[in-house]
């Protein structure tokens, strides 16, 4: 049986003194840290100054080119990239683009390249990566400004082309009507899928998604996969094979499985391919 991810919030904990800093790393919410030497205990770890450089390009700005500026900053118990942007961006260049809502690995918004590799910025803690850290923003999706990109456009784009929502018989649809049970397990099964925040990881470490403008990508065939297992959902398989089964589809996948590596949520991307494949395959062949 599948497992569930547990909470990525951490709870509220009232005995905190008010004016002490989060430095729970799983957390995410984003409250600083104090410098490492204003913290007891702290002595003991390496006080480091981080060189972050960031790929800067405005394309609403005439005249901007892209280029390289890098910042340095104090590294603090706790921080996240997340973190070093925004202290970056309110200490030394305000016009630094950079997307975030969550701060807990909850939204998607905060992705981009680390060190060349897909990541969300609220959880990747500076004190995992070496001093000189890359940032680049996604690549497939529209730049909107420096690290932010538009995912979102391409995420509706690609649901309203699959049509990434529950069919479910006319008949069906009355919503004052009990919901219909569900066995626990296959529950579970769809939650796992389900899971996914549309963060474009996949997508961005994607090599056919970077040649082909129309390939689908791995978010997509996990949702396929996704609502192939609901049962409120009436679609045949020859309906999915309407949708995939080409090479923009599932054909077009070379598994190489960058997009299974990169999920910052660990879906199971690889089985989840390779069994809409057999499925749409089988269907190919009758
Ligand atoms: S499948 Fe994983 S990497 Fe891709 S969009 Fe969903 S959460 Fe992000
Ligand atoms: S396995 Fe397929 S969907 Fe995943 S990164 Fe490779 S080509 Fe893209
Ligand atoms: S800010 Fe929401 S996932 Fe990073």
């Known amino acids: 049986m599948s497992t569930i991810a547990p909470a990525n919030q951490a709870p509220i904990d009232s005995s905190r003194p008010v004016r002490e800093p989060c430095t729970d790393p799983a957390c995410g919410c984003g409250k600083r840290s104090l410098p490492a030497n204003a913290r007891a205990g702290s002595s003991q770890r390496e006080q480091r100054t981080l060189k972050i450089t960031v790929l800067r390009f405005n394309p609403h700005e005439p005249g901007s080119r892209p280029h390289l500026q890098t910042f340095a900053l104090e590294e603090a118990d706790g921080m996240t990239l997340y973190m070093a942007l925004n202290e970056i961006r309110e200490t030394q260049d305000p016009s630094l683009q950079f997307d975030f809502v969550c701060r807990a690995g909850i ?51 690609m649901s309203e082309r699959l049509q990434t929502w529950v069919h479910a018989q006319e008949a069906q649809v009355d919503l004052r009507r009990l919901e219909a049970r569900m066995d626990p397990e296959l529950a579970d099964q769809i939650y796992e899928l389900d899971r996914c925040i549309e963060c474009g990881c996949c997508v961005s470490a994607c090599g056919t998604a970077r ?76």
């Open 107 to 157: 939204c998607g918004s905060c992705a981009m390249l680390v060190n060349g590799r897909p990541a969300l910025a609220c959880r990747e803690l500076t004190q995992k990566l070496d001093t000189v850290i890359t940032l680049a923003p996604l690549p497939v999706f529209e730049l909107i400004g420096d690290l932010s990109v538009n995912t979102g456009k391409w995420m509706r784009g």
């Open 211 to 286: 040649m082909r403008e129309d390939f689908v990508g791995a978010v997509a065939l996990n949702k396929i996969a996704r609502f192939r297992l609901d049962p409120r959902d009436t679609r045949s398989d020859e309906d999915f094979y309407e949708l995939v089964g080409d090479d923009d589809g599932v054909f077009g996948c070379m598994t190489l499985l960058g997009c299974h590596d990169v999920c910052p949520k660990q879906l199971p991307l690889a089985t989840q391919i390779a069994f809409i494949r057999r499925k749409m395959v089988a269907l190919g062949w009758k």
